[in-house]
């Protein structure tokens, strides 16, 4: 459900890969790529059966299959990755941006490689993402680390370049410690009171997708920052707090991003030395049709403004813009490619028919832990458009697990409900497309579960008529190769 505007209003204003493989594919790759429709708006439209899916037709989703040796798999769409760069590096800024792809979404190493050529750089929620950013050439100093859990390594990292963002009094603490005396810079995570969950109607209360207000952990709770509680400790160790960060999920609403922009600004004034303030992300993405996707342009607008407006307010400070990407770069350029392995059907007034794919909560969670829709997309097992057909079925698509909740069709607003889809009529051996992948599945799959292997990723190159495999499929031997049986023991 989406937070109400004034909602949010009234609470900001009281709350005070080396080794790629590429696959040439023919003409007809080429050709019927030229087909898939151009807008999210248009893909996702009500036709009876579509012949494409959002940037994959039965012929390159075909060649996807082939490239990466079955299904399922995870393939991106080049194309759509750079556009989204682009729209993301074009965000409206008043004194200077640097656009921080939020890595969590999707850490393959191709698309890190791929953002990184673009100059874009690295949010990472970890010290082990760190590592893994840098072990495909990003710099150090480009990366900026904001975590639930500071690593013991982390004055390594900071050392080398990386920039850290507090998240707890505790670890402004712990990083006060290490370089007490040394001026070292340090950014601040502030929770600013109020959060803007998708998955809730509510800006304070919990949800799994709120990282902000009374009842999310993430950051330092603003009234330890109004107070002068970070301050005492800033200038008991001799720190210099350089940039602000804070994200609420802010979604599409120009007016609320306006309200998030001044309250977090409010921050920055308490400490003269802050350069930089980091908005997060959280923009939203229409996955299915009817749902908005936000405008960057309009929302990047007021939030300029507001920079400009703080700037003459304060003696001329310019701040620079720090924002956050995650979903927003590769949501729509991901789709998970699976097969329809099995069809059942159960009868009486509440029976269902059922395909049951080779892939599920083990390849896209989002489903089961949120109850999120993914628009899903039935082509020909032949891989040839000619094939899609005129018949429809309603059906329930379900995963592969031996788990109940491994359902790909819940209902809207019912997580623990399923729901039917108006497919096209499928046969065993149909390719299904879960387009809205790109985000948030690959890099938080629960592979292994059932002692299903972690699937394989490819890169859809649609101006070279290339598929490239970016991750092989994951050798069953790998699955327990870590396991211990103590000699002996039994």
């Known amino acids: 459900m989406k937070l109400s505007t004034a909602t949010v209003l009234s609470l900001l204003a009281g709350s005070s890969a080396p080794g790629i493989l590429a696959f040439t594919v023919g003409n007809s790759f080429s050709t019927a790529t030229s087909q898939v429709r151009s807008s999210t708006q248009l893909q996702m ?15 390159s989703a075909k060649q996807c299959i082939e490239t990466a040796n079955g299904t399922p798999l995870y393939a991106y769409s080049k194309q759509k990755l750079i556009d989204n760069a682009n729209k993301c590096l074009s965000f409206p800024n008043a004194f200077g941006l640097t656009v921080r792809y939020a890595m969590k979404a999707c850490p393959n190493g191709a698309i890190l490689k791929l953002f990184n050529s673009k100059g874009i750089h690295i949010d990472a929620s970890s010290g082990y993402e760190v590592r893994r950013a840098m072990a495909q050439g990003v710099p150090p100093e480009n990366i900026s680390l904001s975590t639930q859990e500071l690593p013991h390594d982390f004055a390594e990292l900071v050392d080398m370049g990386v920039k850290v963002n507090a998240c707890s009094i505790s670890q402004l603490e712990r990083f006060g410690q290490h370089y007490n005396g040394k001026g070292q810079k340090v950014g601040v995570r502030v929770n600013p009171g109020v959060g803007s969950g998708g998955f809730s109607a509510s800006s304070t209360g919990f949800s799994k997708t709120n990282v902000g207000g009374p009842a999310s952990s993430f950051g330092i709770w603003h009234e330890l920052v109004e107070d002068g509680t970070v301050g005492e400790i800033v200038e008991k160790y001799g720190l210099e707090v350089e940039r602000i960060h804070t994200h609420i999920g802010s979604g599409s609403d120009p007016a609320v991003w306006q309200a998030v922009a001044t309250k977090s600004l409010s921050f920055c004034k308490i400490f ?43 003696d001329g400070r310019e701040l620079k813009l720090e924002i956050e990407p995650g979903t927003y770069l590769v949501a729509m350029a991901g789709a998970l490619v699976s097969t329809v392995q099995d069809k059942v059907f159960t009868s009486g007034e509440e029976g269902h028919v059922f395909l049951k794919m080779d892939a599920g909560m083990t390849d896209v969670l989002r489903p089961s832990l949120y109850g999120a829709i993914h628009p899903i997309t039935i082509l020909p097992g032949s891989g040839k458009s000619e094939d899609v057909g005129d ?100």
């Open 391 to 490: 018949e429809t079925e309603s059906v329930v698509v379900v995963g592969h697990c031996c788990e109940s909740g491994d359902l790909m069709t819940p209902q809207s607003g019912e997580p623990e409900a399923l729901a039917e889809r108006n497919l096209r009529k499928a046969e065993i051996g149909d390719i299904i497309v879960m387009d809205g992948s790109g985000a948030y599945c690959a890099g938080m799959s629960t592979k292994n579960y059932n002692s299903f292997p972690e699937a394989p990723e490819v890169l859809v190159d649609e101006e070279k008529g290339q598929v490239h495999l970016i991750r092989a499929r994951q050798p069953m031997e790998q699955i327990w190769a870590n396991e211990c049986v103590p000699q002996g023991l039994f």
């Open 45 to 59: 439209a009500n036709a009876a059966n579509p012949a494409t899916s959002v940037f994959l037709t039965p012929e």
């Open 272 to 314: 003269p030395t802050v350069t930089a303030l980091n908005l997060g992300g959280g923009y939203k993405v229409g996955r299915n049709a009817g749902e908005p996707t936000t405008d960057l342009q309009e929302i990047g607008k007021p939030v300029a403004e507001a920079f400009r407006t703080f700037s003459k307010e304060n």
